[in-house]
């Protein structure tokens, strides 16, 4: 079963990442950001919702926010990977957001693609405007050859999963997400249960929790403000949640940061 990537994807303002991996692997999983693939040396098999992808040295890909891939254990090769959240490029988001891709592989110019790799290396010392040109050239590319496929084509769990993604700071439930998608509650709660180990409640709590892990550190927001921004009912609500899935109340976890310095 697909899992909820957490540990590279904080829910809040921008998020950018890069990593470099020898023979990556990573098993079925999704997250809300954008995902650009390019191998360095060998060859990578990407498994992208249903379809399957080989990528050569040289070649890349991109993976859209909530599609489900994964990556085989036996790839002999480096790659680059660079995540960054949607909110760089929101142009590019908002024309892909109710659209599936009918490929992840496409073509930049090799000098594009080795002036991006040259700012890759930089990492943590690139300007947020940097980082948006570097957005936006990848997903300009990618746009300009992709086919796009709307709605009506698109996999009942990723509209699901985008709906949630979008809406998980409101008070939302799965009647809520059934009303808005035109299906019954028990067909799509049969949905989600047969392709996650986790409850509806459960995930959109994990995406509450990833955000407030991530006010907790950047922000002098008060725990209750963070709790409402967050999507909780109540700061009672919140602090069970928190401390369930971190071993630690938000206040605690707050005072660990700021003590070790470790995000």
């Known amino acids: 079963m697909p899992f909820y990537q957490t540990n590279f994807s904080p829910q809040y303002k921008s998020y950018y990442a890069i990593w470099y991996f020898d023979n990556v692997y990573y098993s ?23 379809k399957q992808f080989v990528l050569h040295a040289g070649e890349h890909a ?16 480096k790659t680059c990977i660079c995540s960054f959240s949607t909110d760089y490029v929101p142009t590019f988001y908002n024309s892909v957001r109710n659209k599936t891709a009918d490929t992840i592989v496409f073509q930049i110019e090799k000098p594009v693609i080795d002036f991006l790799l040259y700012e890759f290396a930089k990492k943590s010392s690139l300007s947020v405007y940097e980082i948006k ?38 008070d939302i439930s799965l009647k809520n997400a059934a009303d808005y998608l035109g299906y019954e509650q028990h067909y799509l709660s049969k949905c989600f249960h047969n392709s996650f180990p986790f409850s509806f409640t459960n ?25 409402s921004l967050c999507g909780f009912s109540s700061i009672r ?16 976890y707050r005072k660990s940061i700021l003590q070790t310095g470790i995000s």
């Open 133 to 170: 040109a570097i957005a936006y050239t990848i997903c300009m590319s990618f746009a300009r050859q992709v086919k796009l496929q709307d709605q009506a084509g698109m996999d009942l769990l990723h509209k699901l999963l985008t709906y949630i993604t979008e809406n998980y700071t409101q």
């Open 62 to 77: 991109l993976i859209l926010p909530n599609h489900i891939h994964s990556f085989n254990k036996d790839n002999q090769s």
């Open 237 to 252: 609500t919140f602090n069970r949640v928190f401390a369930q899935e971190c071993g630690m109340t938000p206040k605690d």
């Open 28 to 50: 079925s999983h999704f997250h809300p950001n954008i995902e650009f693939i390019h191998v360095l040396e060998g060859c990578v098999t990407v498994y992208y919702e249903e």
């Open 203 to 227: 995930y959109v709590n994990q995406l509450r929790i990833s955000d407030a892990k991530s006010l907790l550190i950047d922000t002098n927001e008060s725990i209750t403000n963070i709790s």
